[in-house]
């Protein structure tokens, strides 16, 4: 039985593997030099060469992103995680779900509208799932740590 002082592990331990995934596709993409995700629209070589960085250390980048997200979910959940501050946790979760939530809020509006980017109607499911995953996940963390803070 779960009581308020544990958070709901489901949604963290989804985006953990979500932000996995994510890592592993821009790993890949970085390996390749490329831009763009597999399964994502594709990137134009003219889009490619005018981007501000180099495509491989872009992608790195994000793939360390990838993991450092993964890490923070686990976080949430974790009691490793539980030694980091509440407010600083909070910090963190709030910045990650605006940057999670920008890209997931392009995805839906391409996805279900059409904005040019390329991103189908599924991807808007996907951005939608991950927008409700990371509510959730920041609701459970911020619920069950509201007394161990007061």
């Known amino acids: 039985m779960l009581d308020s002082a544990h958070p709901r592990r ?3 331990y989804t985006l953990a593997v979500l932000f996995l995934g994510y890592a592993a596709g821009k790993a890949a993409f970085a390996l390749q030099a490329r831009l763009g995700f597999p399964g ?5 070589a003219a889009e490619a060469q005018s981007y501000f960085m180099d495509a491989a250390v872009a992608q790195w980048l994000a793939t360390a992103s990838g993991m450092v997200g993964a890490c923070v979910a686990l976080a949430t959940v974790t009691p490793p995680g539980r030694t ?3 407010t600083l946790m ?3 979760l709030a ?4 940057a999670v939530g920008g890209g997931a809020v392009i995805m839906i509006v391409d996805g279900f509208v059409g904005i040019g980017v ?3 109607w599924y ?3 996907l951005g939608i799932a991950l927008i409700g995953l ?3 996940m920041f609701r459970s963390y911020a619920t069950a740590t509201r007394h161990a803070a007061g």
Do not use: I, K, N, Y
């Open 10 to 12: 489901w949604p963290a």
């Open 40 to 44: 994502g629209p594709p990137v134009s």
């Open 84 to 86: 980091v501050p509440r």
């Open 90 to 92: 909070l910090l963190v």
């Open 95 to 98: 910045g990650m779900l605006l």
């Open 118 to 120: 390329g991103w189908e």
């Open 123 to 125: 991807h808007g499911v």
């Open 134 to 136: 990371f509510v959730e």
